[in-house]
């Protein structure tokens, strides 16, 4: 037998459980042969096989992002225009965009975009304004958190919602205080219309965008990703790329509970939790029943402090989109036919919602090591840590928020709060296991910055997030390498480098260990590799 390929002369950080450190590896057909010395792991050098010499760069085991919005992002990076802090940085710009695109958009084209930071902008366009600047053209603006959009007249008109609708179950039309639509929407009022909108999207407009989005990932170390929600055209799309060889990822499949007829679909099929292979696979069923802090709408005890939006109820302690028989029967139902339940939860409210449908799912059902996953779970107080830990429910922490949507966070609940966001040391020695995730396209792709945020408690603008619940280097990666594994119930295949796992490397220009963690989130990743094959190089 002679190695594919063999990397050697680097650092290559295995986060095996004894963390070992090793010069080379060798990879044969998608595979890790030996790990060791470079004199060692070179006796598998072969004629043809490739060799790198890594130059003394550090190699840590393939990233894996367990929950995000790939699908989503195919089409909002493709179809869609982004509007993100790096590119809108007012409500003026904003505007601009708008009047500037519009004015050559055909008679029957929309104006859709997603991303916007009502924060970093200094807070909403109107529906007025935006009625002023858009030639007529329906508009949609989604926040960067996907719960919150504002629209004009005109996009209202398209749904044909007239000024004095009612509000929609599990969602809202804000208005002022004449009563007025102010054009933003919450919730199932903004989701209602996205999910029409999501009829008209092909499945080779999902393949297409999909090839994209690998493409950012990669570029990141990331080499494997939970699609969170799945939608059937975008289950269709991987497919479609598996069978012509252009799947660069490894994907699991979260179905989307909030989709009635996909779940019945599954649930008729037997389709569980484990189908597929290394590439593709299901890895559970997901429902939102909880919103967002940083739009103020995900679910607390207490209500939000900070400034409200005008518009927005006060005092506010969000809203909760399930009716708590209605998400019970349908967790306990998925849960009893071997689908491993995912049920979104960000406040200590919303959190507990979540933890209440899981537990009558595992009274119904008893089952060992069901893993099941509160999605998000971002304020844990001490109770609901005790709580996880007698489930031996985990939680999939949104550790993206912290870098992207921290100082929302810090404004909106107070900085007091932070000692209980996203409390990564504390879940650490409590023996709650918290895998890590980005929720892109919520927030980005690149996992160096939450990385920087988990070790250091710090937003991108330096703001604190609760010194307390500071982390080891060490232990920031494996929420997304082990833990990340872990909770796609792929431990035997990935998440460390060792023999007869997947060969999923990421090559990296500096040492995590070594270098200032003041410099963690500028890490850049010089070459990434999937089943020994070099798919990215800088």
């Given at each position: 037998?002679?190695?594919?390929?063999?990397?050697?002369?680097?650092?290559?950080?295995?986060?095996?459980?004894?963390?070992?450190?090793?010069?080379?590896?060798?990879?044969?057909?998608?595979?890790?042969?030996?790990?060791?010395?470079?004199?060692?792991?070179?006796?598998?050098?072969?004629?043809?096989?490739?060799?790198?010499?890594?130059?003394?760069?550090?190699?840590?085991?393939?990233?894996?992002?367990?929950?995000?919005?790939?699908?989503?992002?195919?089409?909002?990076?493709?179809?869609?225009?982004?509007v993100k802090p790096n590119r809108i940085g007012s409500v003026d710009a904003m505007l601009k965009l708008v009047e500037e695109k519009t004015a050559t958009m055909a008679d029957g084209d929309w104006f859709r975009a997603f991303g916007y930071d009502d924060r970093k902008c200094g807070g909403y366009p109107t529906l007025d304004q935006l009625d002023a600047v858009?030639?007529?053209?329906?508009?949609?603006?989604?926040?960067?958190?996907?719960?919150?959009?504002?629209?004009?007249?005109a996009m209202l008109r398209v749904f044909d919602i007239p000024d004095d609708a009612a509000d929609p179950p599990h969602g809202r039309y804000d208005r002022d205080e004449n009563g007025r639509m102010t054009g933003l929407l919450r919730e199932a009022a903004a989701r209602q219309m996205v999910l029409k909108m999501n009829e008209a999207y092909t499945v080779e407009?999902?393949?297409?965008?999909?090839?994209?989005?690998?493409?950012?990932?990669?570029?990141?170390?990331?080499?494997?990703?939970?699609?969170?929600?799945?939608?059937?055209?975008?289950?269709?799309?991987?497919?479609?790329?598996?069978?012509?060889?252009?799947?660069?990822?490894?994907?699991?499949?979260?179905?989307?509970?909030?989709?009635?007829?996909?779940?019945?679909?599954?649930?008729?099929?037997?389709?569980?939790?484990?189908?597929?292979?290394?590439?593709?696979?299901?890895?559970?069923?997901?429902?939102?029943?909880?919103?967002?802090?940083?739009?103020?709408?995900?679910?607390?005890?207490?209500?939000?402090?900070?400034?409200?939006?005008?518009?927005?109820?006060?005092?506010?302690?969000?809203?909760?989109?399930?009716?708590?028989?209605?998400?019970?029967?349908?967790?306990?139902?998925?849960?009893?036919?071997?689908?491993?339940?995912?049920?979104?939860?960000?406040?200590?409210?919303?959190?507990?919602?979540?933890?209440?449908?899981?537990?009558?799912?595992?009274?119904?059902?008893?089952?060992?090591?069901?893993?099941?996953?509160?999605?998000?779970?971002?304020?844990?107080?001490?109770?609901?840590?005790?709580?996880?830990?007698?489930?031996?429910?985990?939680?999939?922490?949104?550790?993206?928020?912290?870098?992207?949507?921290?100082?929302?966070?810090?404004?909106?609940?107070?900085?007091?709060?932070?000692?209980?966001?996203?409390?990564?040391?504390?879940?650490?020695?409590?023996?709650?296991?918290?895998?890590?995730?980005?929720?892109?396209?919520?927030?980005?792709?690149?996992?160096?910055?939450?990385?920087?945020?988990?070790?250091?408690?710090?937003?991108?603008?330096?703001?604190?997030?609760?010194?307390?619940?500071?982390?080891?280097?060490?232990?920031?990666?494996?929420?997304?390498?082990?833990?990340?594994?872990?909770?796609?119930?792929?431990?035997?295949?990935?998440?460390?480098?060792?023999?007869?796992?997947?060969?999923?490397?990421?090559?990296?220009?500096?040492?995590?260990?070594?270098?200032?963690?003041?410099?963690?989130?500028?890490?850049?990743?010089?070459?990434?590799?999937?089943?020994?094959?070099?798919?990215?190089?800088?």
């Amino acid at each position: 037998m002679q190695a594919d390929l063999i990397l050697h002369g680097g650092n290559i950080a295995t986060l095996d459980k004894q963390e070992t450190a090793v010069d080379a590896v060798a990879c044969w057909q998608g595979r890790i042969i030996a790990i060791g010395s470079s004199d060692e792991v070179m006796a598998w050098r072969g004629e043809t096989t490739r060799v790198i010499d890594l130059g003394g760069k550090t190699v840590v085991p393939g990233l894996i992002d367990s929950h995000c919005h790939p699908d989503s992002h195919a089409i909002t990076a493709t179809l869609w225009e982004e509007v993100k802090p790096n590119r809108i940085g007012s409500v003026d710009a904003m505007l601009k965009l708008v009047e500037e695109k519009t004015a050559t958009m055909a008679d029957g084209d929309w104006f859709r975009a997603f991303g916007y930071d009502d924060r970093k902008c200094g807070g909403y366009p109107t529906l007025d304004q935006l009625d002023a600047v858009a030639h007529g053209k329906p508009v949609y603006i989604g926040r960067t958190d996907g719960h919150i959009a504002v629209v004009n007249t005109a996009m209202l008109r398209v749904f044909d919602i007239p000024d004095d609708a009612a509000d929609p179950p599990h969602g809202r039309y804000d208005r002022d205080e004449n009563g007025r639509m102010t054009g933003l929407l919450r919730e199932a009022a903004a989701r209602q219309m996205v999910l029409k909108m999501n009829e008209a999207y092909t499945v080779e407009q999902y393949a297409t965008g999909l090839k994209h989005v690998f493409g950012l990932y990669l570029r990141n170390g990331v080499t494997s990703m939970h699609n969170s929600l799945t939608k059937p055209r975008g289950v269709e799309a991987y497919m479609n790329l598996l069978e012509v060889d252009e799947l660069a990822m490894r994907v699991g499949i979260i179905v989307n509970g909030d989709d009635d007829r996909m779940t019945e679909d599954v649930l008729k099929a037997g389709i569980r939790t484990g189908f597929g292979d290394e590439w593709l696979r299901v890895v559970g069923i997901e429902w939102c029943p909880d919103c967002s802090t940083s739009g103020r709408t995900a679910a607390y005890y207490e209500p939000y402090v900070g400034e409200a939006v005008p518009g927005e109820p006060v005092p506010n302690t969000g809203m909760l989109l399930y009716d708590a028989d209605d998400l019970r029967e349908k967790v306990v139902r998925c849960h009893g036919a071997g689908l491993r339940v995912c049920v979104e939860g960000v406040g200590d409210r919303g959190i507990d919602f979540a933890l209440d449908a899981i537990e009558a799912a595992l009274k119904a059902h008893p089952k060992d090591d069901h893993r099941s996953r509160v999605e998000h779970c971002c304020y844990v107080t001490p109770p609901l840590i005790k709580r996880l830990k007698e489930l031996d429910v985990t939680d999939s922490s949104a550790t993206g928020f912290m870098y992207d949507l921290g100082d929302a966070y810090r404004n909106n609940r107070g900085e007091p709060a932070m000692e209980d966001m996203w409390p990564h040391r504390s879940l650490i020695d409590a023996g709650v296991p918290a895998p890590g995730h980005s929720d892109a396209n919520i927030c980005s792709t690149n996992p160096w910055p939450v990385f920087d945020s988990l070790v250091n408690r710090r937003s991108d603008s330096g703001g604190p997030l609760g010194k307390s619940q500071a982390i080891t280097v060490t232990e920031a990666l494996r929420t997304y390498t082990t833990l990340g594994a872990w909770t796609g119930f792929e431990e035997d295949l990935k998440g460390s480098i060792e023999i007869g796992k997947l060969a999923d490397f990421a090559v990296l220009d500096r040492d995590p260990w070594t270098i200032d963690s003041l410099d963690l989130k500028n890490v850049q990743v010089t070459a990434t590799i999937v089943g020994g094959e070099v798919v990215y190089e800088a």
